[in-house]
């Protein structure tokens, strides 16, 4: 396994990150703990979580994910050996997350409630990298919207500064680490950036976007922020909520599966998807691999990735998942994926 570093916090995680959100809903406990159990054996140090998890989100369940973690490091007793990355909501009109019953907003009193409740089911005294899972001020959902509407932007939201001054007191207090962002802009994270130079604040260590073979965006104008500022992105839907592994080809609807479940996968379902991912299909049967791997191993292979975050419902998913870092993106595959995204560019952003 590969280990890169996490910004400029000194931090090594490995290449690959275990994703979590399914745990709590589309798997149990045990299977929870097996997971990461595996994870671990295979060289994985970086587990990434949120209060929200698991999706989707919902009153009942909201926390259980943290709780399974929780409960096994309180097993293994292995705390030390795993680089711990949870996650705040952002402004929200979710009314579940807080003990008042009302939105979620990222107001000083909130996220010192959030983040006591996510060290209690977690059983630690402290985040490794705490996240901002959306941002709190008004935009389209996503890091690099391909529209905008009239007012779209409007509303109120905390200052930058105030959001950055909340979790520099985590940071005093021992409770978390470092800090990321999630979901989030080029200009958001250069204002984070500033405020923090501005103002002697903690620095922004990663960006939690999406990323995929259909969903490049983060090219346009993040890439380089990361490059330049050292902030890694830590990508998530690297196979797009599995559209990527296949199984939805041809109007296919796996029993169990996240779409034949909870119907909510619409983000990967744009007009121009089917036909980008027929394409990657076709590569992956040219070049005798599994186009789960290839998917994969494009993602991690990109210079300005920290880390790739991979997600399971079985063990069978879980070590094909694993085993991509395995597979080498030469030059010559690159080629082939440039110019299939030529032709298809970014249909689910």
């Not at 097993?75 to 579940?96: C, E, F, H, Y």
């Not at 959306?134 to 939201?157: I, L, V």
């Not at 260590?205 to 346009?220: D, F, G, H, T, W």
């Not at 119907?263 to 991912?277: C, D």
């Amino acid at each position: 396994m590969e280990y890169r570093s996490l910004g400029r916090t000194g931090l090594k995680v490995s290449a690959i990150c275990l994703g979590t959100m399914t745990w709590g809903e589309q798997n149990t406990e045990t299977e929870g703990h097996e997971q990461m159990d595996y994870a671990l054996d295979s060289g994985i140090n970086f587990f990434d979580t949120a209060e929200l998890y698991p999706v989707p989100p919902k009153a009942e369940t909201a926390g259980r994910t943290e709780s399974i973690i929780g409960s096994w490091f309180h097993q293994r007793k292995n705390r030390d050996k795993v680089i711990l990355a949870s996650k705040v909501v952002g402004r929200t009109p979710m009314d579940w997350f807080r003990k008042d019953k009302g939105p979620a907003e990222l107001s000083r009193a909130q996220m010192t409630e959030a983040l006591e409740g996510s060290l209690r089911r977690l059983r630690t005294d402290f985040i490794d990298l705490y996240q901002l899972h959306w941002p709190d001020r008004p935009m389209p959902w996503g890091s690099n919207p391909t529209h905008f509407k009239k007012g779209e932007m409007e509303g109120e939201y905390h200052s930058f500064q105030s959001i950055l001054e909340v979790l520099q007191d985590f940071v005093k207090q021992g409770k978390i680490r470092h800090i990321g962002l999630s979901n989030e802009s080029a200009w958001g994270t250069m204002r984070f950036i500033a405020e923090a130079n501005a103002h002697g604040l903690p620095r922004v260590a990663s960006i939690q976007n999406a990323y995929s073979l259909i969903n490049r965006l983060y090219e346009v104008a993040l890439a380089e922020v990361s490059l330049r500022e050292d902030i890694g992105l830590l990508a998530y839907s690297p196979l797009a909520q599995g559209y990527l592994t296949g199984k939805y080809r041809h109007g296919e609807l796996p029993a169990k599966s996240r779409k034949a479940l909870f119907n909510r996968l619409q983000r990967y379902e744009k007009p121009g998807t089917e036909e980008a991912i027929e394409a990657y299909w076709d590569l992956a049967q040219e070049l005798r691999v599994d186009l789960t791997q290839l998917a994969l191993a494009f993602v991690t292979s990109r210079c300005f990735v920290a880390s790739n975050i991979i997600g399971a419902t079985t063990m069978e998913q879980l070590k094909i998942c694993i085993a991509s870092h395995k597979l080498v993106i030469t030059p010559e595959i690159e080629a082939k994926i440039d110019a299939i995204h030529q032709v298809h560019m970014n249909p689910a952003p």
